[in-house]
């Protein structure tokens, strides 16, 4: 297969996500909008790196730094939740 057509391939399934989180987002309530819009979201991530930063053409020891930062963003990402999550409400607090 072509490079062109490959990047063409990779752009048109990334519109088609695209189209699917517009839709989501007026289709879908709740928590299951959130798990839905963070997947597409992973999705879109994943086909951005593989296509068109050129990862599949990488070494193992790019791929392994790019898993890497990943996961350090995905640390990061639990850590402020975990703050944000025990934290007291605003209105809750006394003096």
Do not use: Q
Request: glycine letters at 8%.
């Amino acid at each position: 297969m072509s490079a062109t057509r490959t990047l063409v391939l990779a752009w048109s399934a990334l519109m088609c996500l695209l189209f699917a989180t517009v839709g989501a987002s007026f289709v879908l309530t709740g928590p299951w909008s959130i798990v839905t819009s963070l997947a597409i979201a992973l999705a879109k991530a994943a086909l951005i790196f593989w296509f068109f930063m050129h990862l599949r053409e990488e070494a193992g020891l790019v791929r392994l730094v790019a898993i890497g930062a990943g996961a350090w963003l995905l640390i990061l990402i639990l850590l402020s939740m975990t703050d944000y999550a025990t934290r007291p409400a605003l209105g809750g607090m006394t003096n």
